[in-house]
């Protein structure tokens, strides 16, 4: 149980073009999904926090109008990037906490791998 | 603010040697701890966790325990194999989960 997937595996898109990366908690239900940003060889940079049904809590330094976040429902968040520049190049990780599980564990996504030419 | 210290890496190790990464924490009130293990090109994966004061975590010969009085989680096992090598992360959580800066563990035949 409580497995999240992530939609696409891999992207690579063109400069200034969007992005849409999907986050699914496929056999629970996750009032609450993270997004995360990891560069190589380094650990995970917390990007926004989003709550079903209202607006995303974004970490001081991320630009909001350029990562768009959606969580619509209970098992799907999404992150655009908009405009996307070669330096938004990175590992981008999803996780979804379950919300009849109390101890704050959250569940992790595979990763997308996007790659701005 | 919360925050993880974690042994810098990289650790590399022959088979069967004893593992100990180390990982300390700073937190107000009473976190939850775990231990994630990232393969090349892959996600997070949970390894072993605690939610409360002298829980010991365990998984796959791993284990951790949640030590308040020394605010450590540190993670250890026996004997190491090949199939072993991955970046490891500690992390605590309250709300947001913060990780440390990983591991990253080499083990040799």
């Known amino acids: 149980g409580a497995v999240v997937s992530q939609h696409p595996s891999r992207v690579i898109c063109k400069s200034g073009t969007s992005v849409k990366i999907e986050c699914r908690s496929l056999?629970?239900?996750?009032?609450?999904m993270f997004w995360y940003r990891q560069f190589p060889k380094q650990s995970l940079m917390l990007m926004a926090t989003?709550?079903?049904?209202?607006?995303?809590?974004?970490e001081q330094g991320v630009e909001k109008d350029k990562f768009l976040i959606n969580h619509a429902s209970l098992t799907l968040s999404t992150l655009t990037v908009t405009s996307a520049h070669p330096e938004d190049s990175s590992f981008y990780i999803c996780?979804?906490?379950?919300?009849?599980?109390?101890?704050?564990?959250?569940?992790f996504g595979p990763g997308t791998r996007l790659t701005v030419t | 603010g919360d925050s993880v210290t974690q042994m810098e890496g990289p650790v590399t190790l022959s088979e069967e040697a004893f593992l100990t990464i180390n990982c300390t924490y700073t937190?107000?009130?009473?976190?939850?701890l775990f231990w994630y293990v990232q393969y090349p090109g892959e996600g997070l994966q949970l390894l072993l966790k605690?939610?409360?004061?002298?829980d010991k975590g365990s998984n796959k010969g791993f284990e951790a325990t949640y030590r308040k009085e020394t605010t450590s989680f540190h993670l250890e096992k026996g004997s190491v194999q090949v199939s072993d090598s991955a970046v490891y992360f500690c992390?605590?959580?309250?709300?947001?989960?913060?990780f440390g800066a990983g591991t990253r563990l080499t083990v040799k035949p």
């Open positions: 996780s979804a906490r379950d919300v009849y599980v109390s101890s704050y564990e959250q569940y």
């Open positions: 056999d629970f239900q996750a009032t609450t």
């Open positions: 989003s709550n079903e049904g209202s607006k995303a809590t974004y």
């Open positions: 937190a107000t009130g009473y976190p939850s």
């Open positions: 605690a939610t409360k004061a002298d």
């Open positions: 992390a605590l959580s309250q709300d947001d989960m913060r």
